[in-house]
């Protein structure tokens, strides 16, 4: 394990994986920097974070270059996750190509980078695989430039659980439905935002070297519409039957969501590619514990679909 010598920052703090990352960082007792956009937010949420000293906020946003170049000085390790501008597909790999050259010149070791497993399946075919593409590109083209002093760790994520927060809530609680525009057999494979950020602090305090230039590609178990529908009935203790809609039904309810042109068509090309990340139980080796099943998650937020 690393000494108390090592300082991590973390971009993208307050969000479901960073907020993760920033607790295991600080049960490890390293000294961390959550760099926030939202003051307020970031206090209330590591209350008991803060209180340990060992948690430091910096407040400035993907374009407060001068603010990060500054506060990144002096840290050993970053944890890079960054969302997409909808409006710009450039603005993910812009961000994390500038973080990622001023995280390295001021002296950063080591870069972990939340991907996608799209990088892999689909490359730039879509706009999903599209960002994490590119933005992937940029980051090894910096790592390789001074190949023995900038490690990166490239973690690429299935499905996240998480998901089914913001798509199935609703059908699952007034109509018993799961409902989307992929076939009945059709696999999805499903990840807990709890393991991502648990193999994130694996990586983040180990030694270096162990991970450099390691790619994890992260799936829990993937999952036919058929058997999601059989974990919520089993969970719920009533009946969930799964409804195919199509592609046009979905592609316009992700546009009422706000979701852009070039994101809504994807997922709808992507429940109908069969484009999946691979299960990934030898994740464990990292976590020392097997990754979270579907059904476990789901016991955990059961009240959210009641
Ligand atoms: N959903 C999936 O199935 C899936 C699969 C693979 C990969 N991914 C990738 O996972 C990432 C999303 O992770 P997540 O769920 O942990 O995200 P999240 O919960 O939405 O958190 C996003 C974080 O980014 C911060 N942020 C957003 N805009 C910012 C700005 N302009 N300046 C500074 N900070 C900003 C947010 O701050 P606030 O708290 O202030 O909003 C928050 O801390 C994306 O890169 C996505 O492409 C998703």
Redesign the pocket.
Known sequence: MSTNKERIFV?????????GVVRGLIKNRIDTTA????EA?AKDLFKNELLTGHLSLVI????SNEIYAKAVEGHTRLFL?????PKRPTS?SDVKGTFGKLAYEKGVRQIVD?????VRSAGKQGI?GY??TTSEEKLWTLADEKSDTRSLVVL?????M??QFIYDVQPVKHLNKLISSESLSALTTW?D?KDISDCAVVVLTEPIEKHDRCVYEMGGESVSNEQRATIFSKVLGKAITYEQQSVETLYKMLISHGASHAFAYDIVSLTSENIVANPTPQLSILINRPLHTLEEWLQENVKAFQ
């Not at 971009?11 to 907020?19: N, Q």
């Not at 400035?60 to 374009?63: C, F, L, M, R």
């Not at 690429?156 to 996240?160: H, I, L, T, V």
């Open positions: 971009v993208g703090a307050t969000g479901d994986i960073g907020s760099y926030v956009r939202d937010k400035g946003t993907y374009s996750l960054v969302i997409v501008d993910m939340l991907s996608s497993f799209t999903i960002l994490h690429r994520p299935g499905a996240f998480s998901n990840i935002t």
